[in-house]
């Protein structure tokens, strides 16, 4: 061994891994991590840098193919998952899915899977929708990872969810994959919106109005008063994905509502405030 081997030995672990992705740097770190103790402390010092260093991921995953899946999820809890996962191979991140899925943390079973693997993004929604309590952003993560190619049968497994805040997320579906989201999964979707006890959504996709015509005059206008709560005032956004005529709009908010009259006019003013409306100016005493 040559004195500069020598030198990076007695290196600490911070010192060495600053030297990344040097020769003489990969060669001592080759020669410390050994097992799984020492790889932890080698994440410990390395976090999120890329693992683009071929002949230190090859050693590591020398190491991780030859330990027991085991032994690798009680050594490494889940916050080590993404560093873990960065610095391994394919191969053995395929190993890692196919032991035991039970065993693996939601957040490392989704960094795992690609998004055109149908069957593994099928499996990381069973785990969502079994969770104690649905989080909808772990529902909009997995959508918006859906290839084109794969995402209609998780759209198929919200619309038959009986839960009507897992059937509202029809309604809030990411990226280019909203155009995935059929005619009539929008009307199931808008209907378990109305019967939730309040909105569980942050954002919505543009609808049609038609959409809302389908629905019962009740049901329209709880929709539409959660549904408007989605889009920002005074910034002059397109609400509906063709925007309606005058009569058409006052057609939808008041058809059967008649005694709901307050809280039409309410949503017919929000709606002005939305698509039309500039700020209020401020007055001079609150400048």
């Not at 058809?255 to 001079?284: F, H, W």
């Amino acid at each position: 061994m040559s004195i500069f081997d020598t030198a990076y030995d007695a290196m600490t672990w911070e010192e060495v891994c600053y030297r990344l992705p040097g020769e003489l740097s990969v060669s001592a770190l080759k020669r410390r991590i050994t097992n799984l103790d020492t790889l932890k402390m080698f994440f410990d010092h390395v976090g999120h840098q890329p693992s683009r260093v071929p002949p230190l991921k090859e050693h590591i995953n020398t190491l991780i193919a030859s330990t027991k899946i085991d032994d690798l999820l009680n050594t490494f809890d889940q916050n080590y998952h993404p560093t873990l996962f960065n610095w391994m191979t394919p191969a053995n991140a395929k190993r890692f899915k196919e032991a035991d899925p039970s065993k693996l943390g939601l957040k490392f079973l989704f960094n795992l899977t690609d998004s055109k693997d149908q069957a593994g993004l099928e499996a990381i929604m069973d785990k969502i929708l079994a969770e104690p309590e649905l989080v909808q952003s772990h529902l909009r993560s997995v959508l918006s990872r859906a290839d084109d190619s794969c995402v209609s049968p998780l759209l198929t497994k919200l619309s038959l969810d009986v839960r009507p805040e897992v059937r509202a997320a029809l309604l809030s579906i990411p990226g280019s994959n909203a155009y995935k989201v059929s005619d009539l999964q929008k009307i199931i979707g808008l209907k378990a919106l109305a019967k939730c006890p309040s909105s569980p959504l942050k954002s919505v996709n543009i609808l049609g109005i038609t959409a809302f015509s389908a629905l019962k005059p009740a049901e329209r206008l709880t929709c539409l008063e959660r549904y408007m709560e989605c889009f920002p005032t005074y910034h002059k956004m397109q609400v509906f994905d063709t925007v309606p005529s005058e009569e058409e709009i006052t057609l939808l908010l008041f058809a059967g509502c008649l005694d709901q009259n307050e809280r039409v006019t309410k949503v017919l003013d929000r709606y002005k405030k939305i698509t039309e409306m500039d700020p209020p100016k401020e007055s001079e005493d609150d400048e």
